[in-house]
């Protein structure tokens, strides 16, 4: 299953950033759809997740800031990121796990990681 990650950029403070991860491949069901991010310095951190039943969690530092959403039909994990701040910064990667179908049809639990997005804010 592959991940391809779009929308990072350089924004000032305040302004806003929408993220976008779209899997693809043998893909038979996801269970859940997330955001991480690498702040310079840090270890990567969860920012928000949503799960099949569309119950989203965020991390304290986005709450009331971030808002994480999905296409089921187009196996797509959004992030609009609202009022961003310097502390924002980092590169952010969207994972998706599921279940995908083996070659024999065989289906298999699966964890996918996207290339990393990069988003600056200018204070």
């Known amino acids: 299953v592959q991940l391809q990650a779009s929308g990072g950029g350089l924004v000032q403070a305040g302004g806003s950033l929408r993220l976008s991860c779209a899997a693809s491949?043998?893909?038979?069901?996801?269970?859940?759809m997330g955001w991480y991010r690498r702040a310079p310095g840090k270890q990567r951190e969860l920012v928000a997740r949503?799960?099949?039943?569309?119950?989203?969690t965020y991390a304290d530092s986005v709450k009331g800031r971030f808002t994480i959403s999905r296409d089921t039909a187009k196996n797509t994990v959004y992030l609009q990121m609202d009022n961003l701040k310097p502390e924002d910064i980092g590169v952010y990667y969207c994972?998706?796990?599921?279940?995908?179908?083996?070659?024999?049809?065989?289906?298999?639990?699966?964890?996918?990681w996207g290339q990393g997005t990069q988003v600056t804010v200018s204070s």
């Open positions: 994972k998706v796990d599921g279940l995908r179908t083996g070659v024999s049809g065989t289906r298999y639990p699966f964890g996918s």
């Open positions: 491949g043998s893909i038979f069901s996801i269970n859940g």
């Open positions: 949503i799960t099949s039943g569309d119950r989203p």
